[in-house]
């Protein structure tokens, strides 16, 4: 598919965070231009990350200070994926939840019955204050049966130095602890957070893009949920190692700049 056919054929654009339109704290060259160009052909931009330790508001004021925020944006992480998750098929259920205190909010705000004592489901987000007081009890929980849920499945957060354990890493060590893998997984590549988009922004998978530079998590996602997918080579994915990879992408290029 060429650049001017994937423009032509969607009218909403999901753009990943790390290595798509920013490096770390530094935006790609030529990815504030590219974004105005799609606004100004009336494209919708939403950022879409499976990084549930932090809000919309945070990811927006960051965007913002990047000067890649623009009118009509919006900001879709796996956390609002998993509170709408819940809001629509466990709204009656009490919920053990382990999560910053900031997203704690957004799954309160949303209608989700938190709770500390004999929970119904235990949902796992990506809790940067997490302690060993909370996983013992998250591990009892699970133990006891109830309903396990993960915001998403990533065993690393990308940062400047040893990268760190995200989600995927705690699954693992409760895999060990209980033998419990996740129920459900909302975020990217699972179809959770693709269908919730699809209805939070009113746009048919089949008219929208998923621009990411991860094979397995944004390529996936975009490919298993019936989205157009573009490529991006300014992260972790070069054109060699893209071939290792069962997804093929519609489009691949070297950054957002291009399109
Ligand atoms: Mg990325």
Redesign the pocket.
Known sequence: MTREELLSSCDLFLF?????VYLGDAPIAGAAAALGRLRAAGKRVVYLTNNSSKTRAEYEKKLRALGLWGEGDAVYTSADATAEYLRAFHADKRVYLLATPAVREVFRAAGVHLTRQTPDVCVLAYDTTLTFAKMKRFNEFLAAGALYVATHPDDVC?TAGVPMPDVGSFLALFERSCGRRPDVICGKPFTVMGECVARAFGVPAARTCMA???MH??IRFGNANGMRTLLVLS??TTRESMARFPDVPDLVLDSVAEL
């Not at 990943?16 to 798509?20: M, N, P, V």
């Open positions: 990943d965070l790390d290595g798509t990308p990411g530079d991860r998590t944004d992260g972790e």
